[in-house]
């Protein structure tokens, strides 16, 4: 496997190449761009999307699961909040424990829609409910929502990302 650290606002980026199976008989192999996402220093956003480019992240807490999405990722940053760290105090606390990847409930979704919503920063994103029990520390389905204050995406309208973050482990 084939490596490089890229510096990126503060964060380390370590872009590999993998070989991935395109089929289940194996017979065929693609490589395709790997972008992982272990150092992070902020959350962002991964955006499906056919790009050839595909972004893991240790997710899980304890359990360090390798999660992978085909897209882009969209760096998001805020000084005045540190998100990293809000967000792996409340995994490793008594709710959680570090042990949660098996599916988020509720109450862990209304507290990250609070922290987005925090001084209007990302109220744009919120917790897709539907899929709660695919969702983990490090590791959370968001909706997107569209309207005339956000005007981030140019030509596409993406409805549905993957926030992320440095895993608590």
């Not at 964060?11 to 993998?18: D, P, W």
């Not at 991964?46 to 085909?70: A, D, L, S």
């Not at 309208?157 to 482990?169: G, I, R």
Request: proline residues 3%.
């Amino acid at each position: 496997m084939l490596q490089k650290k890229i510096f990126y606002q503060n964060t380390i980026i370590i872009v590999s190449m993998e070989v991935c199976p395109m089929n289940k008989s194996n017979t065929s192999l693609q490589t395709k761009p790997a972008v992982r996402l272990y150092e992070l220093t902020n959350m962002g956003l991964i955006i499906p999307w056919k790009t050839g480019v595909v972004y893991i992240n240790q997710v899980g807490g304890h359990v360090c699961q390798q999660r992978k999405m085909e897209g882009f990722f969209l760096p998001l940053e805020n000084e005045s909040l540190d998100y990293n760290d809000k967000l792996n105090e409340y995994f490793t606390g008594s709710q959680w424990g570090g042990w949660c990847d098996k599916g988020i409930n509720e109450q862990t979704a209304d507290y990250i829609d609070e922290l987005l919503a925090a001084k209007g920063f990302y109220s744009w994103l919120k917790v897709e409910r539907r899929k709660l029990k695919q969702s983990c520390e490090a590791w959370v389905y968001v909706k997107i929502i569209h309207n005339a204050v956000i005007e981030l995406f140019l030509n596409f309208q993406p409805k549905e990302a993957v926030l992320t973050w440095e895993n608590s482990d």
